[in-house]
């Protein structure tokens, strides 16, 4: 079964403070994105990466980085949460040459 | 204007009843994804069209490129089909998303 694992479902953080959100998957796949799902904007691309140490801005970089050092794991960064990153964050995969995303189950990030 | 467009927003249906959901979008496509995410967040991919017509047990999706236009028929409604439906055009490796038709299907 293919899987695509975020690290926590569930995320309570400061204003100020740095966050990881870690994605892990196991299809050996090329390509990982992170989302961002708010209510009424639906998902929003943040960053996406084709290949290993590589990485593209979505269309709503502003305030996040991330990192890819294998190719199975992609992480999200916010250097400094702030209350409008509260939102569910999604992570997916997918294999080059096809457009069909796998998902994670989401991380809900509520910035205090 | 969104890329991708949905209707309706929300959508209440009696268990057994026909349901239909619209997507239409603005430029041109190489697939678009029909995606369900039910509470709690996880979203399954449900089809994946270029052209035509796909049918999976209950859910029906069609594609007329022409009119950039999709719809997911859902027939005889189950309370378990009640989640948020998202439609996503794709271009190269990126994925743009509608806004989701949330669906509560009552027994």
């Known amino acids: 079964d293919v899987k695509v694992t975020q690290s926590s479902r569930y995320l309570v953080k400061r204003t100020g403070e740095k966050v990881f959100l870690e994605c892990v998957q196991d299809?050996?796949?090329?390509?990982m994105f992170w989302y961002r799902q708010d209510p009424g904007l639906g998902l929003r691309l943040i960053y996406f990466s084709y290949d290993v140490k590589m990485k593209e801005k979505g269309d709503i970089p502003e305030g996040y980085s991330v990192s890819r050092e294998k190719k199975e794991r992609f992480s999200l960064i916010l250097e400094s949460a702030s209350t409008n990153q509260t939102s569910m964050y999604l992570c997916?995969?997918?294999?080059?040459?096809?457009?069909?995303?796998?998902f994670g189950q989401g991380t809900r990030l509520t910035v205090v | 204007k969104n890329e991708v467009e949905q209707s309706p927003q929300n959508l209440t249906a009696q268990e057994g009843e026909f349901i239909t959901i619209n997507c239409s979008y603005s430029?041109?496509?190489?697939?678009l994804h029909w995606l369900q995410q039910h509470p709690g967040g996880g979203i399954v991919s449900l089809f994946m069209l270029s052209s035509g017509k796909k049918k999976h047990g209950r859910l029906i999706a069609t594609i007329n490129i022409q009119e950039k236009h999709s719809s997911l028929h859902i027939t005889a409604s189950h309370p378990r089909d009640s989640a948020v439906y998202i439609c996503s055009k794709a271009a190269g490796n990126k994925l743009t998303f509608g806004g989701g038709t949330r669906v509560l299907v009552k027994p």
């Open positions: 997916a995969s997918s294999r080059t040459g096809t457009t069909e995303a796998f």
């Open positions: 430029v041109g496509i190489s697939a």
């Open positions: 299809m050996d796949h090329e390509n």
